[in-house]
């Protein structure tokens, strides 16, 4: 069992009630218990390393939290292997004033120390602007050349050194552009989001400040692609939920999301998550250490001072309240207004596990979602009876591209026992189609429709724009009627209260099938001025094409409304 004392001392008073946290606090506690500590066999706490740096960080910056203190030994966490880190990637999402600038100013100066003693460890610190890329930089510069602390600093004022001739000097150059160690020859330097010098080197780590403000993943593409050239690399992703919806701090969260959930594995990410579980929440101080995890009892002076601080700024909610979305947002870590949430709960999805109604006379509608020609594609189709909605659902997925994400040609696929889609299992129960080509072929969709009328009758398909300048002629030549939508995004918004109505009612039936499931799940609901939009909760993995194409099927659901019952008795032979 591995053990370090701030580790042991988190979790005493987590069990023992001390400790207010939340939902996710508890889910990365659990996960650690149950998946890292007790591989003694396979990790190890570098103790020295812990102690160095907080000793380091509280001699020249200043006492660190619990928190703090709790995240350092997953920091200096090695395999027993070969020296490398365990945890190469944290994302820590903290209410504001927890102090996570302050404390990755430390770890900045520290890493490129003769203690830390990794030559060439260069940091970048990067943030949406200059002034914030700054913040932590600027801290490490000034302790360097504060007064009093010239056993840091390499160039002390010329009156120190003629008063103090025979002192040895620090080993930190602290300039208004880099900060070097002479020792490792490390630097930390600062860059914007937005500079044309953007460009990823042999960093041994980068920091990404305020992370919720970017866009999509262009930055750490860039800057995270040195990581690994050089020992013990790693990165950190720090901020609150911020305003930013549908961008790289959401698919961050939602694989740390994952990842606490048990279904996805780990791979290096540390995901510490502070938030409320419930708005009502924000009423009770008693509760905010789950955002803000300063404010665990007993508090530090400078936790008294943030908590008046939060206190008068609650207060004044009451006179001002357009100032509630930043509280809630920045303070409290919570997204409010319905902005975001899964399109089904678990219980909803759940329910959606129903044995098809009878399809006697009853004639679908097909839909077609194909985003692209290198991964998946998904056919449906879309019954209606009463006020119930069945759907159907075949797909297609190109074989490298299963191989790649889902290692399908891996034994380990074979049952689902992964944590990741079980593609095989489902390719067995006849959910989909792995072709080994390099494109999809599109003549397995036309075939799968031709199938489909033969047994059920569909006439026409309701699809995507995409590709189908290829497709539309080979559907129309078997006889289909094509509706295409020209921007699938746009009709979201019309279609939104009809598929949140059928959800949480009970009227969506998938049977069996667990990867319409997985689908819809890999689904969330974004709230925008135009309406609300269905988007993928991550990029590449998490495929969405089947819910898609349902969403096209319910476009047009009423013209299934208008479907006259074919009776055998009103026809005479």
């Given at each position: 069992?591995?053990?370090?004392?701030?580790?042991?001392?988190?979790?005493?008073?987590?069990?023992?009630?001390?400790?207010?946290?939340?939902?996710?606090?508890?889910?990365?506690?659990?996960?650690?218990?149950?998946?890292?500590?007790?591989?003694?066999?396979?990790?190890?706490?570098?103790?020295?390393?812990?102690?160095?740096?907080?000793?380091?960080?509280?001699?020249?910056?200043?006492?660190?939290?619990?928190?703090?203190?709790?995240?350092?030994?997953?920091?200096?966490?090695?395999?027993?292997?070969?020296?490398?880190?365990?945890?190469?990637?944290?994302?820590?999402?903290?209410?504001?004033?927890?102090?996570?600038?302050?404390?990755?100013?430390?770890?900045?100066?520290?890493?490129?120390?003769?203690?830390?003693?990794?030559?060439?460890?260069?940091?970048?610190?990067?943030?949406?602007?200059?002034?914030?890329?700054?913040?932590?930089?600027?801290?490490?510069?000034?302790?360097?050349?504060?007064?009093?602390?010239?056993?840091?600093?390499?160039?002390?004022?010329?009156?120190?050194?003629?008063?103090?001739?025979?002192?040895?000097?620090?080993?930190?150059?602290?300039?208004?552009?880099?900060?070097?160690?002479?020792?490792?020859q490390s630097e930390i330097i600062f860059v914007a989001a937005?500079?044309?010098?953007?460009?990823?080197?042999?960093?041994?780590?980068?920091?990404?400040?305020?992370?919720?403000?970017?866009?999509?993943?262009?930055?750490?593409?860039?800057?995270?692609?040195?990581?690994?050239?050089?020992?013990?690399?790693?990165?950190?992703?720090?901020?609150?939920?911020?305003?930013?919806?549908?961008?790289?701090?959401?698919?961050?969260?939602?694989?740390?999301?994952?990842?606490?959930?048990?279904?996805?594995?780990?791979?290096?990410?540390?995901?510490?998550?502070?938030?409320?579980?419930?708005?009502?929440?924000?009423?009770?101080?008693?509760?905010?250490?789950?955002?803000?995890?300063?404010?665990?009892?007993?508090?530090?002076?400078?936790?008294?001072?943030?908590?008046?601080?939060?206190?008068?700024?609650?207060?004044?909610?009451?006179?001002?309240?357009?100032?509630?979305?930043?509280?809630?947002?920045?303070?409290?870590?919570?997204?409010?207004?319905?902005?975001?949430?899964?399109?089904?709960?678990?219980?909803?999805?759940?329910?959606?596990?129903?044995?098809?109604?009878?399809?006697?006379?009853?004639?679908?509608?097909?839909?077609?979602?194909?985003?692209?020609?290198?991964?998946?594609?998904?056919?449906?189709?879309?019954?209606?009876?009463?006020?119930?909605?069945?759907?159907?659902?075949?797909?297609?997925?190109?074989?490298?591209?299963?191989?790649?994400?889902?290692?399908?040609?891996?034994?380990?696929?074979?049952?689902?026992?992964?944590?990741?889609?079980?593609?095989?299992?489902?390719?067995?129960?006849?959910?989909?189609?792995?072709?080994?080509?390099?494109?999809?072929?599109?003549?397995?969709?036309?075939?799968?429709?031709v199938m489909a009328r033969d047994l059920y009758g569909v006439?026409?398909?309701?699809?995507?724009?995409?590709?189908?300048?290829?497709?539309?002629?080979?559907?129309?030549?078997?006889?289909?009627?094509?509706?295409?939508?020209?921007?699938?995004?746009?009709?979201?918004?019309?279609?939104?209260?009809?598929?949140?109505?059928?959800?949480?009612?009970?009227?969506?039936?998938?049977?069996?099938?667990?990867?319409?499931?997985?689908?819809?799940?890999?689904?969330?609901?974004?709230?925008?001025?135009?309406?609300?939009?269905?988007?993928?909760?991550?990029?590449?993995?998490?495929?969405?094409?089947?819910?898609?194409?349902?969403?096209?099927?319910?476009?047009?659901?009423?013209?299934?409304?208008?479907?006259?019952?074919?009776?055998?008795?009103?026809?005479?032979?």
């Amino acid at each position: 069992m591995l053990h370090s004392v701030y580790v042991d001392e988190y979790l005493e008073k987590w069990k023992t009630g001390k400790y207010v946290l939340c939902d996710k606090n508890i889910k990365l506690l659990e996960f650690l218990e149950r998946e890292i500590l007790p591989r003694d066999d396979i990790y190890y706490f570098n103790d020295e390393k812990i102690e160095e740096y907080i000793n380091f960080s509280e001699t020249w910056y200043f006492n660190l939290d619990d928190w703090e203190k709790f995240i350092v030994p997953f920091i200096f966490l090695f395999y027993l292997e070969d020296d490398e880190v365990v945890f190469d990637e944290f994302v820590i999402i903290v209410g504001r004033g927890a102090g996570k600038n302050g404390f990755v100013s430390t770890l900045s100066h520290y890493f490129i120390s003769s203690l830390h003693g990794v030559d060439n460890y260069d940091i970048t610190l990067v943030a949406n602007s200059e002034k914030q890329a700054k913040r932590s930089f600027n801290d490490v510069r000034l302790t360097i050349t504060k007064r009093g602390n010239e056993a840091l600093n390499a160039n002390p004022p010329p009156e120190y050194k003629e008063a103090n001739p025979a002192d040895v000097y620090g080993e930190f150059e602290g300039y208004k552009s880099r900060i070097t160690s002479l020792e490792t020859q490390s630097e930390i330097i600062f860059v914007a989001a937005n500079s044309s010098t953007l460009d990823g080197g042999r960093e041994g780590c980068v920091i990404y400040d305020e992370f919720h403000e970017m866009e999509n993943s262009d930055i750490p593409d860039v800057l995270g692609g040195g990581i690994g050239k050089t020992q013990w690399g790693r990165q950190f992703f720090i901020g609150t939920k911020g305003f930013v919806r549908g961008g790289y701090f959401d698919e961050k969260y939602a694989r740390c999301e994952a990842i606490l959930n048990g279904d996805e594995e780990f791979n290096g990410i540390f995901p510490f998550i502070n938030e409320l579980d419930d708005i009502e929440e924000m009423d009770n101080p008693v509760l905010w250490p789950k955002a803000n995890p300063t404010l665990q009892e007993p508090l530090t002076t400078r936790a008294k001072r943030l908590i008046r601080t939060m206190k008068k700024e609650y207060t004044e909610l009451n006179y001002s309240p357009s100032k509630r979305p930043a509280f809630v947002t920045k303070r409290m870590n919570f997204i409010e207004g319905d902005m975001e949430h899964s399109v089904a709960s678990k219980a909803e999805l759940e329910a959606t596990r129903r044995p098809y109604f009878e399809f006697d006379d009853l004639i679908p509608i097909g839909t077609l979602d194909y985003g692209s020609v290198r991964d998946f594609a998904s056919c449906g189709l879309l019954f209606k009876k009463d006020e119930d909605y069945a759907f159907k659902q075949h797909s297609f997925v190109v074989k490298q591209f299963a191989d790649t994400h889902y290692g399908y040609s891996n034994t380990a696929n074979m049952s689902g026992g992964e944590k990741k889609a079980p593609i095989k299992k489902w390719e067995d129960e006849g959910y989909l189609s792995v072709m080994d080509e390099p494109s999809l072929n599109p003549q397995h969709i036309v075939q799968w429709f031709v199938m489909a009328r033969d047994l059920y009758g569909v006439q026409k398909i309701v699809a995507d724009n995409f590709k189908l300048d290829v497709l539309r002629p080979l559907l129309e030549a078997e006889g289909f009627e094509v509706d295409f939508i020209k921007r699938p995004q746009s009709i979201h918004p019309l279609v939104a209260p009809r598929i949140e109505d059928a959800f949480a009612n009970g009227k969506i039936i998938f049977a069996d099938d667990d990867m319409m499931r997985w689908y819809t799940n890999n689904v969330y609901v974004k709230e925008t001025n135009v309406g609300k939009l269905f988007l993928k909760k991550e990029e590449v993995k998490r495929k969405t094409d089947g819910f898609q194409s349902l969403v096209h099927g319910m476009y047009r659901a009423n013209e299934l409304d208008e479907q006259a019952e074919f009776v055998l008795g009103n026809i005479n032979f």
